[in-house]
C-alpha cells in the first residue's frame, strides 16, 4: 500500500462524514495518535507559545503527543452511530475528550443526516483535527488553527453530496450549540458557552485539480475573561464577551498528486462586541514528495489590531510504514507592533502592559515584539 493511498483511506475512515456507510450488523474499529516532542527557543523572556502556552525552552510532548480512537457500527443498512475519543493535555494533565457521538441516517444516495455530538465546521482540517496523519505538518499552522478553540458542538447536520462527471460537491448545514466548553486565554482556563451555532458550508472535489472548500461559521457567545493579578492582590476583567457575537469564514484549497502537494487556507474572525477588529490570517504550503521522504514549506500570517505575526516551517517526513509516519519541522516565529501573535501573556503582563499605556510610560512595561525558532519531531500513525 503505497503512502498516499493509506492517506486516502485513513481520511475515507476517520472523517466526520465517512465516505463509506456500513451495513446492518458490521462495524469498523480505527485508532490514531501522535507521539511528539517540541522545543521552543531564542525567546529571551521566557514567554511560551501556542494556545495553552505548552511550547517552551524545555522539550516537551504535551503540545503535540494526542491519542485516539473511533468506532462505528450500522444498526440498519441506512442507520449507524459514531464514537470518538480523544487523550491528550489540557495544560499539565491529561485528559480525556468524546469528541464525537451521534447517529447517522443515510436518507439516500447523496443526502445524510446526523444528530448528537458533531465536529464544528470550522476549518479545511475541522474533520481529521486530531488526526495528525491526514496532514503533513506536525503542527497545524498556529495563525490559523489558533482562532477558534472549539472542536465539537451538540445538535445536527444535513450533508449533500452530488457526484459530477469530474468529480464531487458536497453542501454542509450545521446548527447546535456549546455549552461548559474549556476557553484558554492569558495563561488560564474559562468557561465558555457558545449557543445558536449555524454553520455552513461547500467543497468542491476534482478527480485532477484538488480540493476547493469554502465555509463560515457564527455563533452567540457567553464569557467573562478574568485574571489575577499578583502585584496589586486583584481579579481583573479583560474581556466580556457576554451577548457578543462570533463568525468566522474560511477559504481552503488543497491538491495532492502523489507526487507534488500544496495545502492553503485563509480565514477571517470577527467578534462583534468585543471592540476590537478583524483578525485575518492565512497560511500557503507546497511540498514534494522524493521517493518515501516529503519535504514541505510553509508561510504562515496573522493579522491583528495590535500587529502581526508571521513564520516560516520546514518540514521532512519520512515514511516508515504506510500507516506511520516520521515528521521533524522547524518554524521560524516573528511578531511586529507590539502584537502576542500565539504567544502568551498572563494576567500580570497584561495589566503591566495597560498601565504602561495609559500612564503614559511613567508606570508598567511596554509591549514588545517577540521571536523564536521552534522545532518538532514526532510520529505520526493510523490503524
Known amino acids: 500500500m503505497t503512502a498516499v493511498r493509506a492517506l486516502s483511506l485513513a481520511v475515507a475512515c476517520l472523517a466526520a462524514t465517512p465516505a463509506f456507510a456500513l451495513d446492518q450488523g458490521d462495524y469498523r474499529f480505527n485508532g490514531f495518535g501522535t507521539l511528539g516532542f517540541t522545543h521552543l527557543g531564542g525567546e529571551e523572556d521566557g514567554r511560551s507559545y501556542g494556545i495553552q502556552g505548552q511550547t517552551n525552552d524545555s522539550w516537551r510532548g504535551d503540545q503535540l503527543s494526542k491519542f485516539g480512537a473511533q468506532f462505528s457500527y450500522g444498526l440498519t443498512d441506512t442507520l449507524g452511530v459514531t464514537v470518538q475519543a480523544t487523550a491528550k493535555a489540557e495544560q499539565d494533565e491529561w485528559k480525556a475528550n468524546l469528541e464525537w457521538a451521534y447517529l447517522s441516517w443515510q436518507a439516500d444516495d447523496n443526502l445524510m443526516l446526523r444528530g448528537g455530538r458533531l465536529r464544528s465546521p470550522v476549518f479545511m482540517y475541522s474533520e481529521t483535527l486530531d488526526v495528525g496523519y491526514t496532514y503533513p505538518w506536525l503542527r497545524l499552522p498556529d495563525e490559523v488553527y489558533s482562532l477558534v478553540q472549539l472542536t465539537s458542538y451538540e445538535g445536527a447536520d444535513a450533508v449533500y453530496t452530488l457526484p459530477l462527471s469530474y468529480g464531487s460537491v458536497t453542501f454542509q448545514l ?12 492569558y495563561d488560564d482556563l474559562h468557561d465558555m458557552d457558545y449557543k445558536d451555532i449555524f454553520g455552513a458550508s461547500v467543497s468542491l472535489a476534482s478527480n485532477d485539480y484538488g480540493t476547493l472548500r469554502v465555509g463560515y461559521v457564527e455563533a452567540a457567545l457567553d464569557s467573562l475573561i478574568q485574571g489575577y493579578v499578583p502585584s496589586i492582590n486583584q481579579t481583573r476583567e479583560w474581556l466580556d464577551l457576554r451577548g457578543a457575537k462570533g463568525k468566522f469564514t474560511s ?25 476590537q ?29 495590535d500587529g502581526r505575526q508571521n513564520s516560516w516551517t520546514a518540514g521532512l517526513n519520512y515514511q516508515l510504514r504506510p500507516t506511520v509516519v516520521l515528521k521533524g519541522e522547524y518554524k521560524r516565529v516573528d ?43 514526532g510520529v505520526d500513525f493510523v490503524f
Do not use: C
Not at 252 to 274: F, H, K, S
Not at 296 to 304: F, G, I, M, V
Open 335 to 377: 511578531t511586529s507592533g507590539g502584537s502576542d501573535g500565539v504567544f502568551t501573556r498572563n494576567a500580570q503582563q497584561v495589566y503591566d502592559n495597560a498601565a504602561y499605556g495609559l500612564s503614559g510610560g511613567a508606570t508598567g512595561v511596554p509591549t514588545r515584539n517577540y521571536d523564536g525558532d521552534i522545532v518538532s519531531v
Open 174 to 185: 450545521a446548527g447546535g450549540q456549546a455549552k461548559d466548553r474549556d476557553y484558554y486565554a
Open 251 to 275: 477559504v481552503g484549497y488543497q491538491y495532492d498528486n502523489g507526487t507534488w502537494l500544496t495545502a492553503n487556507e485563509w480565514v477571517r474572525r470577527v467578534i462583534e462586541g468585543d471592540g
Open 277 to 305: 477588529q478583524a483578525i485575518d490570517a492565512f497560511y500557503l504550503m507546497g511540498g514534494r514528495r522524493f521517493g518515501d521522504f516529503l519535504a514541505h514549506l510553509t508561510y504562515a500570517q496573522l493579522d491583528e489590531q
